[in-house]
């Protein structure tokens, strides 16, 4: 019987945010928790250790995985955190070589190649979806019959990294156990995602779709791919009730980019947790276009209370180039019904794209400011790997493509020609000071803690944290939005 660690990135709040770690937050993994019970399900000996959710750096993590032993250790990481997972990699095969490593997550399934050439004691890769080819490997392993050509990976053979043919995505969501929650130490109650997205702890987030059939060039669409696939309503229902009654979660983060797309299915989704009568509350994320005043009251009937929207500029003509597909009016149309049902928004921006000028920043600043919007967040162009952007951009402006390390939203990695990086970062200061700082904002604020003060704590961390970016004069890379 093989002992199975699964990772996510060694990356410490400091290493994400920088000097404003304070008011950073925290989620549990639902990936790796879909693949522990993946592991589980096969009955192998599986242990999780959530470094990113955690706050753990290389030697915390490196201590715990020698710790269970293991025959195979499975990572999960980001762009960020490719750096640091593979220095944490290098450390446990010094320690033992014959342990298995395998790295999976979008930055791999983006760069295969560049990934497994730049760390060499990551073993073999996990190219795309992840839970059928990981149980294929570790049936393999177990038999000790590991094979060069396994669907979806890419693997190092003699003459070189082989990249092998796609899995098939697996067609019914369904057929996957529910997450392994149990071995996410401490969950629920160790995590605290942002406050923006809070009403009651404790909490836990979610995906309940994969792919998206949209064409935004800055997003990465490489791991599930353009077809969406959904867990069933009943699934996603059943879902919510073992959280609630089996680990006393009592809010629902849904992470899905494509979650209110089809009418029908959130219709199915909120009546079952109406017909279940779950007490829980739950936030979810919405496509402009495509929302309807109907279903938002249904969905805030059924526990709703935020929805947060991709905006990303306010200016039309960067829209259309980002191949958003949604306008102005849009966003307008979409918040005023959002208000109307009762639910609160937040609105997702972007500063920095190709072609993007002081004017049109301006544009966004204004816009976020007109939106009856609850919240922001503001993000500085990055030009992931795996998008339609990345290997173009160069010819629109300077990108710092080499360090992977950087890729956090809030660093300065990619000026447009005609701005400096100075340009991109005072307009992120003032945006996040003229929308938080109006009356409308703190008052909503302060009648929230009144209502729950639990947030109150978390609130004044993130008061102080803006009246640190605007009492600092030089515009540090990291800059954590409320």
Not at 12 to 24: I, Q, S
Not at 208 to 230: A, E, Y
Not at 282 to 300: E, H, N, P
Request: contains cysteine; hydrophobic residues 40%.
């Amino acid at each position: 019987m093989i002992r199975v660690v699964l990772v996510t990135a060694p990356l410490t709040l400091e290493d994400r945010y920088g000097g404003f770690a304070a008011a950073g937050g925290s989620q549990p993994s639902f990936g790796i928790a879909l693949l522990g019970a993946v592991a589980l399900q096969m009955g192998l000996e599986t242990h999780i250790i959530d470094a990113s959710a955690e706050n753990m750096g290389i030697e915390d993590t490196l201590s715990e995985v020698l710790s269970y032993e293991p025959d195979v250790v499975g990572f999960s990481s980001t762009t960020l955190g490719i750096v640091a997972t593979g220095e944490l990699s290098s450390r446990i095969k010094e320690t033992n070589a014959n342990i298995l490593t395998i790295i999976g997550g979008c930055h791999v399934t983006a760069l295969p190649s560049e990934t497994l050439d730049a760390f060499p004691d990551f073993d073999l890769a996990v190219v795309g979806e992840g839970e059928t080819t990981f149980a294929e490997i570790l049936d393999l392993v177990q038999k000790k019959a590991m094979r060069d050509d396994i669907l979806g990976t890419a693997i190092r053979a003699d003459k070189g990294i082989k990249i092998n043919p796609a899995r098939p995505l697996i067609k019914n969501l369904d057929h996957l156990p529910l997450p392994a929650w149990k071995l996410l130490r401490g969950f629920p109650h160790a995590f605290k995602p942002s406050l923006a997205r809070i009403k009651n702890y404790p909490c836990a987030t979610v995906v309940l779709t994969r792919g998206c059939p949209f064409k935004c060039n800055f997003c990465d669409r490489s791991v599930f791919g353009q077809t969406i696939r959904s867990y069933s309503p009943d699934y996603a229902v059943r879902l919510l009730k073992d959280l609630r009654e089996n680990f006393g979660v009592k809010e629902i983060l849904i992470e899905d980019d494509t979650f209110v797309l089809s009418a029908k299915r959130m219709t199915d989704f909120c009546e079952g947790i109406l017909a279940e009568n779950l007490d829980i509350t739950w936030s979810c994320l919405g496509r402009a276009d495509t929302v309807r005043l109907d279903l938002l009251k249904l969905m805030k009937k059924a526990g709703c209370w935020h929805i947060s929207y991709g905006i990303e500029s306010g200016d039309q003509q960067i829209l259309d180039k980002m191949q958003k597909g949604e306008t102005i009016a849009d966003f307008e149309r979409a918040i005023k019904l959002t208000k109307e049902a009762g639910l609160k928004s937040k609105g997702f921006f972007i500063l920095g794209f190709p072609d993007e000028t002081l004017e049109t920043m301006e544009a966004t600043i204004n816009l976020a400011k007109r939106l009856p919007l609850d919240d922001i967040s503001v993000s500085q162009m990055t030009p992931y790997p795996g998008s339609l952007l990345y290997d173009k951009v160069e010819e629109y402006g300077v990108f710092n493509k080499g360090d992977w390390r950087k890729m956090n939203q809030l660093t300065t990695v990619f000026v447009p020609y005609g701005l400096i990086k100075e340009d991109i970062e005072q307009a992120r200061k003032k945006m996040l000071s003229q929308f938080y700082l109006q009356p409308r904002i703190i008052v909503a604020k302060l009648c929230q803690s009144l209502a729950n003060p639990r947030l109150l704590y978390g609130y004044l961390k993130s008061f102080a944290t803006l009246l640190k970016l605007m009492n600092n004069k030089h515009n540090p890379d990291h800059i954590i939005s409320s």
